[in-house]
């Protein structure tokens, strides 16, 4: 059984310029040439070929507030979304442990994203994928799934039918020849977002306001971008963190079980690595409004020029956002106001993906709609972003608040095989601490693999 070829560690994702400079020159080359050359591996990064974090600082022209709202840009990773960073970390260790070899089947439950970054990176590593997804996601998502040589193993259901393709991949699980990328379970998610993202945005906020992070926002499928709230706390104690969820589907917050169209979130679960210990605050958001968010940085440039909104970065905004980026950008807003924070004050978000995968998702709402005028979108942007109020922000900094988590927590994940001894270590913080240690065992195992290879 031979070994596929590998690419970054964890440190060389978040220090890109420690990768060999010829390596990392003829990556750069191939990002937009050729996406599907190996050497896209080593642009599994938040930073360009300058070094420098992909990002965006929201002006208060559109906001409405003070503060500075900067956003991560996922779309510059391969494969368009920085999903593919958890993705190849999952099976980078998976290889590493010598537990998944080219004789293998990878398997990959998602909702899209990842299950698109599942397909890309086990294309470049020589693997054959499988994604097991909800058969009701954009068509664009199957298609690029398709694109990249994965299979679709379809399970009924849209965004809130996750559980139904957690089981189905379970059930695949009994054949040992395949192996599952399961974000929503392996720590090597955690490990990326919390190192590699996390490390990112602290990076990101240098040189602007007070260049401090005072909030990070974002919104879990797997809870793996929450990780990056872990590392910020390190540095920068203060920060809040916030969850968003849909308001039609409330998990977390209050219980709820309602079926949503933010594509990426939501998915009736406290997820096994969501560190519930450092999330503050649970914001419900109105799935709408991510729709019509994207409907205004698509299509309303000239709505956003007439609000003050520079010319230039109006379409920088057109192609950087899917739903879940607007979603996370109405949250990063309303933590703002329900702070306080003001001018010098920086609140943290990220970008999942770019529009790229979404046409489909306005054409659906040029059919439900009668009107989509300018008029129309001028005032959707004043409600949805200028105007975003702090309704349905749910305070979950006490250790009694936090214990409905943790109960949910068990009731997704016993059934699972998980024990209720093995859920209680999540409870202590030291546990997360030990499973982000690892990033180093992970850094020194590719490198002695790298010594074999040679």
């Known amino acids: 059984m ?49 070094n420098e974090v992909r990002k965006l600082v929201l002006p208060p022209e559109l906001t409405g507030i003070d503060a500075n709202v900067v956003v991560l840009l996922g779309n510059g990773f391969p494969s368009g979304s920085h999903k593919v960073g958890p993705a190849y970390s999952i099976l980078m260790e998976g290889i590493l442990d010598g537990e998944i070899t080219k004789d293998h089947t990878i398997l990959g439950p998602s909702t899209g994203n990842f299950g698109i970054g599942t397909a890309y990176i086990s294309n470049l590593l020589g693997l054959k994928a499988v994604v097991i997804m909800p058969d009701n996601m954009s068509k664009e998502r199957y298609e690029r799934i398709k ?12 965004e809130s039918d996750v559980i139904l393709t957690l089981e189905r991949t379970h059930e695949l699980m009994k054949n040992p020849m395949n192996k599952v990328l399961a974000q929503f379970e392996l720590f090597a998610n955690y490990r990326f977002h919390r ?9 990101a906020v240098a040189g602007i306001g007070n260049g401090r992070i005072a909030g990070f926002v974002s919104a879990p499928g797997s809870a793996g971008t929450l990780a990056a709230g872990d590392q910020i706390k390190q540095t920068f104690p203060e920060v809040k963190i916030a969850a968003l969820e849909p308001y039609e589907c409330s998990t977390l917050a209050t219980g709820g079980r309602g079926q949503h169209r933010i594509e990426g979130i939501g998915d009736k679960m406290c997820t096994l690595i969501h560190n519930v210990l450092n999330t503050d605050f649970v914001i419900l958001i109105k799935d709408e409004e991510t729709i019509q968010g994207l409907k205004i940085f698509h299509d309303g440039m000239g709505v956003l020029e007439q609000m003050g909104v ?24 309303k933590l703002a106001k329900h702070l306080r924070l003001g001018p010098g004050d920086n609140i943290v978000t990220i970008a ?23 008029f129309v979108l001028h005032r959707w942007a004043k409600d949805i972003f200028v105007n975003a109020d ?4 749910y305070d979950f900094r006490r250790t009694a608040d936090k214990g409905r988590l943790f109960k949910q927590k068990e009731s997704d994940w016993i059934r699972f095989g998980y024990t209720k001894a093995f859920l209680d270590n999540l409870k202590q913080q030291s546990y997360w601490e030990d499973e982000y240690n690892k990033v180093k065992v992970y850094n020194k195992k590719l490198a002695d693999f790298r010594a074999a290879e040679l």
Not at 147 to 158: A, C, F, I, M, V
Not at 354 to 368: C, E, N, P
Request: proline content about 5%.
């Open 147 to 158: 694109k990249y040589g994965g299979e679709l193993d379809l399970t009924p259901g849209s």
């Open 195 to 203: 190192h590699v993202t996390g490390g990112s945005a602290i990076e």
């Open 352 to 374: 999942t993906d770019g529009f790229d995968r979404y046409d489909s998702v306005l054409a659906d709402m040029k059919r439900r709609y009668m009107e989509l005028e300018s």
């Open 390 to 393: 702090e309704q349905h922000i």
């Open 310 to 333: 520079d010319a230039c970065f109006v379409q920088q905004l057109r192609y950087s956002f899917g739903p879940s980026g607007l979603c996370n950008i109405i949250g990063a807003i």
């Open 2 to 50: 031979s070994k596929p070829l590998l690419g970054p560690t964890y440190d060389e994702m978040l220090f890109p310029d420690t990768i060999d400079s010829a390596v990392r020159q003829k990556a750069a080359s191939v990002l937009d040439a050729n996406e599907l050359d190996p050497l896209n591996l080593f642009n599994i990064t938040w930073k360009n070929i300058n």
